[in-house]
């Protein structure tokens, strides 16, 4: 099982990559559907990824201080 770190670090790269074909579909793809699109789901996908790094960044600082507290 892959670290809190691994998991933190793929999910970034995952939204990193999303991010930036977005962006290369909005030169082609430019009309009140793909502002609808970015609206409905970008931008809610947006903030539960970001939600979801801070939760991973909190937990591993948790266990991290559990595994110090153990030794």
Do not use: I
Not at 15 to 27: A, M, S
Not at 43 to 66: D, G
């Amino acid at each position: 099982m892959a670290s809190l770190t691994q998991q933190f670090v793929e999910l970034d790269a995952a939204w990193q990559l999303l991010q930036q074909r977005w962006e290369v579909t909005g030169e082609v793809w430019n009309d009140r559907v793909y502002e609808e699109f970015a609206a409905q789901h970008m931008a809610p996908l947006a903030q539960q990824t970001q939600a979801v790094a801070a939760s991973l960044e909190r937990l591993a600082q948790v266990v991290s201080k559990a595994q110090r507290a153990v030794k």
